[in-house]
């Protein structure tokens, strides 16, 4: 059943809060739009991810307790990161076992279904699927592998974008695959990861949009860093910021 | 797998596999071609997603009860006619082999594909005690022809083209015509003439079991060519070799192997030979028939809660076809007879983190491997659990130099920042303003040390002058 919440909390991952600070302005503009009043617990820093994925479950432990604490009062958290809410839907309930902490394993297993990808709060929390954005540009939509895969997100956010105003939205060859992020698998196995990368970026250039969308800034870092090392002039974009533009107030790609 | 000791860790591997053009074509092509027939034959299957579930809790059963189930089998094969042997490692299993086929006097046998014996490295192991084995699979002997070794579980020889192929047998078998062309029919029938002889003069057959049957003792061997199934009836002994998670527990379960196995393995809607047999029976194929039942490693992968899934691979090949790194490294690149994800993940649980502890970061956990595993094996959620015993494995084996290395330091650093919004606030300053450095013309273009994989091919846009946190903070 739709319903619109009255409050929600934003859990912009540390990630967006130092890296794209734009993405979480978006998020609040267009929530707010919508009626809905944002706030922002200011004790949330990483939901520990990177530790989690790259082996060091034992530091991921007190990431976990900080992030049950922070959003302890919230009833519903969203996240303009595909990835870190998988985190916290899949994986938290593992950390928490492993710490032994049954206090800990109850906080999580309260907390997990309160937590939103922005894609899911918007179109199946609360309905909505036209939010009179507008966005007058060629765009295409890369679907990460945490969106598509793990939060299982389908065609949620081309829904969102097929709505938008002016926009001339181009479908990606390949969509699917990965465009090799993954995290510190960019770093540790990064000739692999420039492999796939260099594909991701043909199909990007073959669409010939001026914008290449996504629901995780991290997949973009990597694939806009690419894009701007050879000058295409194509940039890349998060979701929200697209949705978030207005007629009122419009944006430039 | 005592080579993967001696094999270089993966990223080294791959690096050397990216940069070989004909690999990266002939497997771009290959597994394009399958992922997508794999796609369509298992669109057709309405209820595909309850028999992935079937498959899954049906294996996770005989893992459970496996030493009930392992002596089932036992006592129906003897009851047949057939003699169960049990090897506790590779070592043993070829000693078992290699004294059954020299207690008949015999110095040349034929096999079928097997991918327990290419663990074992049989016929090395047979090849020492004087004895031939010939490969009768098509890629497989492609494969022994070039001394080479497999990179796909399904298609050993993915990595070679036909051209490669025609020249190989042009050079290593002396009953290929002169004229022979890379035409695929030509090159079968070549292969399939030599085979023939050899056929018929093998008084022992050698080959791999897909499914053995607890209840009754049946072996099922699932095959394209039709070599196992002359293997597994011409000669007068036949030894299959199984590792003992292979059971099921009863004929009916067929039902749904034999639906899921050919449509996630060759994209078809059955496979062309499926060979059943029950001990012995006179007067009709083998009249002596050994099973050798192959631990190596596999209780010690049982112990593992997380890993233990791994077990119920029914060796498709599926997930190795939608990898993307698979795709572009081949199989090779990780030093194992099991390679792509479920070898990423296989291996380290049967050889030993240290010998293949860079296999679990050989991934980017895109999770498309999951999406299409047959029988359901979580390979992201037992990657990122290998990846945990790693880190603990180097903590405990190193100590002081893994703790010290830069990695770590810089994890239990980030822990540590992460752990107070004080710290936390205060990097994100002293980030913004130490990146200066490395800042030109508004892009960082090179980064230092273990990052410049990152920067050799990527820009990083600096930290922005104002934190999320900092905007709130002023509009509130």
Redesign the interface.
Known sequence: VSSTPQQVSLF?T?F???????T??AV?RLLERLGVAVD?P??Q??C?Q????????E??I??VR?FVRAFADSDVVVSPSASCVGMVR??YSRVAAVSGDASLQTDVAAIVPRVLELSELLVDRMGVEDLGAFFPHRVTYHPT??S???LKVDDKPLRLLRAVRGIDLIDLPEA???C??????????????????TDKIRSILDTGAEVCAAADNSCL??I???L??QRAGVRTMHLAEILAHTEQRPGRP | MTDAARHPPFPQAARAALANTQLRHNLGHATHTIRAKRAEVVGEVPDWQQLREAGRALKERVLRHLDDYLLELEAAVQRSGGVVHWARDAAEANRIVGDLVAGHGVDEVVKSKSLTTEETKLNEALAERGIRAWETDLAQLIIQLGDDTPSHILVPAIHRNREEIRELFLRKLEDAPRDLSDDPHELAETARLHLRKLFLAARIGISGVNFAVAETGTIAVVESEGNARMCTTLPEVLISVMGIEKIIPTWRDFEIYLQLLPRSSTAERMNPYTSLWTGVTPGDGPQEFHLVLVDNGRTNVLADVVGRQALNCIRCSACLNVCPVYERTGGHAYGSTYPGPIGAILTPMLSGLDAAGSLPYASSLCGACYEVCPVKINIPEVLVHLRHEQVKHSTRTDGVRERLSGEHVAMRAMARIFASRRLYEAAQRLGRLGQWPLVRRGKIEHLPGPLSGWSSMRDLQPIPKQSFREWWRERS
């Open positions: 912009i540390c967006n809060d130092t890296m794209f600070p734009e979480g302005r609040v922002f200011l004790e820093t990483c520990g990177m530790h989690f994925n790259t082996g060091y479950v530091e991921t007190p990431l900080r899949d994986y592998c945490h598509l895969r793990m699917k695959e990965c090799g992020f993954g995290g510190t698998f960019a770093v540790k196995n990064a000739d692999t990861s420039i492999a796939m990368l870092m990597h806009g860093g690419a701007s090392r």
